[in-house]
T-cell receptor
Framework: KNEVEQSPQNLTAQEGEFITINCSYS?????LHWLQQHPGGGIVSLFM???GKKKHGRLIATINIQEKHSSLHITASHPRDSAVYIC??????????????FGKGTLLTVNP | KAGVTQTPRYLIKTRGQQVTLSCSPI?????VSWYQQTPGQGLQFLFE???????NKGNFPGRFSGRQFSNSRSEMNVSTLELGDSALYLC????????????FGPGTRLTVT
């Protein structure tokens, strides 16, 4: 069974701080996703990665396949970054069908 | 381009009833996935449809079913509702499935009383 563990569960930061959210998983995967969920429920896909590193604006996602670990970094955090960040993995099934296993999420609050 | 739409947005049902939720994917997308989100279990995968065929299924009882139409619109049905079915139900569409990006709808908030 594929377990996805995120840490920390809750994170409070001051505006401008550098933030790191971690995700560990237990089985081989074909891809890892980072999602953002704002109050009210809407989910936005931030990154999908299977190796290395991706950057989009102030957000950076890295993955280490050998260590089964990924990190999401937010540079120069801003109150609008306040949201729940969710890590999800696709088991390595060899197909093109989506079947994601999710972490419990990290609630980030950025204070001005 | 219109995003993923879900109807209804909010729904209140009584235990034992059944419910049907609808999802309209982004135009041109052929893969539709359904997820359940509860405070206790978080997000869980229900099933994925592609070209009117269920391609994958999560670990949910048979009371949860779905289908996809030729225009890629999808419906999800839950029969004999239980209190524990109260949740946010999200659908997401993708062009062809992984590794194409998924786009999520706003969700349907189901409350079972």
């Amino acid at each position: 069974k594929n377990e996805v563990e995120q840490s920390p569960q809750n994170l409070t930061a001051q505006e401008g701080e550098f933030i790191t959210i971690n995700c560990s998983y237990s089985v081989g995967i074909s891809a890892l996703h980072w999602l953002q969920q704002h109050p009210g429920g809407g989910i936005v896909s931030l990154f999908m990665l299977s190796s290395g590193k991706k950057k989009h604006g102030r957000l950076i996602a890295t993955i280490n396949i050998q260590e089964k670990h990924s990190s999401l970094h937010i540079t120069a955090s801003h109150p609008r970054d306040s949201a729940v960040y969710i890590c999800a993995v696709e088991a390595d099934s060899g197909g093109s069908n989506y079947k994601l296993t999710f972490g419990k999420g990290t609630l980030l609050t950025v204070n001005p | 381009k219109a995003g993923v739409t879900q109807t209804p947005r909010y729904l209140i049902k009584t235990r034992g009833q059944q419910v049907t939720l609808s999802c309209s994917p982004i135009s041109g997308h052929r893969s539709v996935s359904w997820y359940q989100q509860t405070p206790g279990q978080g997000l869980q995968f229900l099933f994925e449809y592609f070209s009117e065929t269920q391609r994958n299924k999560g670990n949910f009882p048979g009371r949860f079913s779905g289908r996809q139409f030729s225009n890629s619109r999808s419906e999800m049905n839950v029969s004999t509702l239980e209190l524990g079915d109260s949740a946010l139900y999200l659908c997401a569409s993708s062009l062809l499935g992984t590794p194409y990006e998924q786009y999520f709808g706003p969700g349907t908030r189901l409350t079972v009383t």
